[in-house]
């Protein structure tokens, strides 16, 4: 990953089932396969109701970027078990859970990290500003709204904005701005 990236100028890669499409930001190993990640971080647009893939393994965090919301349908139950709504709340569960996503009112964005519980450990923290926010441990961070600066002692290392994101040096910081919101994923790779 170079300083920084913008979502937008990613390939997006369409779902099997047509659902929406999914722009992966960061993998690890970098040339792991999606079978085989221990950590993967990535944004999609879903435009219609439907299932989950399945991720024997795996943890999943998830929080609408945008759109009014998603409803979460057990397969097991045919009930609604969880709502995401906006408001960067982000949801916890495992990749095995037979889920349908089931879309509240017209198509979202969300972002999505997955951890292989036997490869690595992740956690997804909200930084919002005004604020400064140590990166010592974070392998992604991603501007959900506003802007942001990452510091590297007294320099700015790189300044995002709105969607953009990157992979900071790990004696880097994050200085927020008023009302931005940054997503920061810490992780450790076994």
Same mark, same amino acid.
């Given at each position: 990953?170079n300083?920084k990236q ?5 390939p997006?890669t369409p779902?099997?089932n047509?659902?929406g499409i999914t722009?992966?930001?960061l993998?690890?190993p970098k #040339?792991?396969?999606?079978?085989? &990640?221990a +950590?993967? *971080?990535s944004?999609?647009?879903?435009d219609? %109701? ?5 991720f ?6 998830l929080l609408?970027l945008r ?5 979460l349908v ?17 949801l916890q569960f495992?990749?095995?859970k037979?889920l349908?996503?089931c879309?509240? #009112?017209g198509?979202?964005?969300d &972002?999505n +990290?997955? *951890?292989?519980?036997?490869?690595a450990?992740g %956690?997804?923290?909200?930084a ?6 140590s990166?010592l ?6 501007m959900?709204r506003?802007q ?5 002692g ?12 990157s992979a900071?040096?790990r004696?880097a910081?994050?200085v927020?701005e008023? #009302? ?8 450790? *790779?076994?």
């Open positions: 990953m300083e913008n979502l937008n100028d990613l997006s779902w099997k047509g659902g722009r992966e930001l993998r690890l #040339d792991s396969t999606l079978d085989s &990640f +950590l993967r *971080v944004v999609a647009d879903v219609t %109701d439907a299932p989950f893939s399945m024997p393994g795996v943890d999943r965090t609408i759109g009014a919301g998603l409803d057990d397969g097991s139950t045919n009930t609604v078990w969880k709502t995401l709504e906006p408001g960067l709340s982000p495992e990749g095995m037979p349908v996503g879309l509240t #009112d198509p979202i964005r &972002f +990290l997955m *951890v292989r519980r036997s490869a450990k %956690d997804l923290k909200i919002k500003g005004p604020s400064t926010t990166l441990d974070c392998c992604c961070v991603f959900a506003g942001a600066l990452i510091m590297q007294d320099a700015v290392w790189a300044t995002l904005l709105e969607f953009d994101f900071p040096p004696d910081y994050l927020i008023q #009302d931005a919101v940054a997503l920061v994923v810490n992780a450790t *790779v076994f």
